[in-house]
């Protein structure tokens, strides 16, 4: 295949890849917790197959009966694993489905009436396709647990970052995704609102880009180290070697790291490790799926 052609490719690889991250707000959960609100998504979806099966044979006492343990008293349970966890705004969408199920309880064994509860389920449903719309759930990868830095480095490492990073690490998500090239690293608000925060993490992110590309990695020697894994040879590579990409996103930025010498990329994959160990409170490895798009 001539050089433009794979040029060209590589091309097409890369926009399928950024349109690929998924850009709804992000709610880190431990396995638990996931488990427990993805087994209530699929009870809720059970639940209104059923429903529905029961109103095409207008058997209204079996749609009360479908619906009312998808009521308050689903949520009543999920309230003690989850209370304080996931935003106010999720849990409020969450309590509104729970009462409009208790609704087309109450009114499927008065009122008797097929056509409301179709109604009826069909507004409901707008909040399932609006949250979901909305939000996604990532867990703590178990290996980034394991490979995390001791507690005290943790706090030690979180000292330092608020004197270099002027975003605030609680109301910011470090996402370290490593790429056949090499790798992206995002910084994104947890709350899509949140205009201050997303303004300071691309000021510092389009700072630390343009350093970085002239080789001088200031910024993360401060917070980790000058031992750094990985930190050596980046600092080494001639310029060009490593091709260095900032960009915006919709609720923060990111850098883009890509290069051909296939040291360099290890050099980044093992910077990225040693940034989630360190970083293992705000910082979560992202998918390496799109890696494929290179191969
Ligand atoms: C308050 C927010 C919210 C509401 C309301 C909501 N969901 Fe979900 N649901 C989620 C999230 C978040 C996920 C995980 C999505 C992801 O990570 O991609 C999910 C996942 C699911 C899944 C996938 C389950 C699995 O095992 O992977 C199903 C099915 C589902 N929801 C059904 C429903 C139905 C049906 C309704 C309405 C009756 C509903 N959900 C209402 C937030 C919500």
Redesign the pocket.
């Known amino acids: 295949m001539s050089k433009i052609l794979l040029f060209i490719l590589g091309l097409v690889a890369t926009s399928v890849q950024a349109e690929a991250i998924?850009s709804?707000q992000v709610?880190i959960l431990t396995e638990s917790q996931?488990d427990h609100?993805?087994?209530?998504?699929?009870a809720?979806?059970t639940?209104?197959q059923n429903i529905l099966t029961a109103l095409s044979k207008d058997d209204m006492a079996a749609v009360d009966q479908y619906a009312r343990p998808?009521g308050m008293k689903m949520a009543d349970t999920a309230e003690t694993h989850l209370k304080g966890v996931?935003p106010q705004e999720?849990?409020?969408?969450?309590m509104?489905?729970h009462k409009d199920?208790d609704q087309i309880a109450a009114d499927a064994e008065t009122l008797k009436d097929p056509k409301r509860t179709l109604k009826q389920l069909g507004e409901?449903?707008s909040?399932?396709?609006?949250?979901?719309a909305?939000?996604?759930?990532?867990t703590v990868n178990p290996a980034q647990v394991a490979g995390k830095a001791s507690e005290a480095r943790l706090d030690e490492v979180e000292q330092r970052g608020i004197r270099v990073m002027p975003f605030n690490l609680k109301q910011t998500t470090h996402v370290f995704s490593k790429t056949a090239e090499g790798g992206v690293q995002q910084v994104i608000v947890k709350n899509k609102s949140n205009i201050k925060q997303i303004k300071l993490i691309r000021a510092h992110l389009s700072k630390i880009s343009r350093e970085f590309a002239q080789g001088n990695f200031s910024d993360p020697e401060k917070i980790h180290g000058e031992t750094m894994p990985g930190l050596a040879e980046l600092k080494k590579a001639k310029m060009g070697q490593i091709k260095i990409e900032y960009s915006e996103l919709p609720d923060g930025a990111q850098i883009t790291y890509s290069t051909k010498l296939p040291d360099l990329i290890s050099s980044i994959h093992q910077w990225f490790d040693a940034q989630l160990s360190d970083h293992a409170r705000h910082a979560f490895p992202g998918h390496t799926n799109h890696q494929m798009h290179g191969e």
């Open positions: 998924d709804r709610l996931r609100v993805l087994g209530e998504m699929r809720l979806l639940g209104t998808l996931l999720f849990m409020q969408i969450g509104s489905v199920f409901s449903m909040k399932c396709t609006a949250c979901h909305s939000y996604q759930i990532r």
